[in-house]
């Protein structure tokens, strides 16, 4: 049994998955799941919860935040299981897919893994894919049918949007509410709005230009804390897989 372990810029995601399985299906359904928000160390609750765990003898792991929380997770898979710790890096190729990044290391670990993910998953559709990762920041990656990630766009996260706008203006500080509206009558509800709208209207700017340059209607694929968020704002229908890092995590055990 191998551990998965996201560790991302706020929050460590994790999920058990037999290696062991004949199919060898990454793509199916992960043991037990959970995440926490990390604070740069392993949270008690993650610790209660790992306790719990038996048969681990190996962890994958992709780490785009802060080196420490990956010294910790090494150290307690030590004392715990007693087996180390294999990072994945980005590469230009794997598991099928060709990143468009000159530098792989210039692409975030995370978004390379949900690439694959979104790749290797039979469950999904065929064709195209708009790959959005909202956390921190909010990712966008355009993947074709054939593997052949054509590149992607970064925008700050819904909080990030919020903080930077009242901490950068003189607008009072409003305790800004979630609110899927087209516009608002209300500044705290005007910056909570548009927090949402802005990474909404860009998916579907994506999505639109994904289709013309493939000639086919492309799946969105969203995941990440803020992704419920962002699926009432979306013209079109998305599919969400909190697991899907997680899941091309899942090739490398």
Known sequence: MKLLVDIGNTSIKWATWDSTRPDGDAAGPLGDMGSAKHFGALPIDLLAAWDSLDNINGIVAARVGPAAVLNAVAKVADASWQCGVTEVQTAAEAQGIRIAYAEPARLGVDRFLALIGAHTNAALPNGPKLIIDAGTAVTYDLLGADGRHLGGLILPG????????????????YEPVD????????????????????????????????????????????????AERLIPALDQPAIHDPALVLRGLGRYG
Do not use: H
């Open 179 to 226: 609110a899927n509206q087209a516009w608002t009558a209300d500044t705290g509800e005007a910056i909570a709005a548009a927090s949402i709208q802005a990474p909404a209207a860009l998916a579907e700017r994506l999505r639109q230009r994904l289709q013309t340059e493939t000639g086919d209607p492309p799946t969105t694929v969203i995941t990440g804390g803020d």
């Open 158 to 173: 819904v909080q990030l949007m919020r903080d930077s706008l009242l901490t950068g203006t003189q607008i009072p500080r």
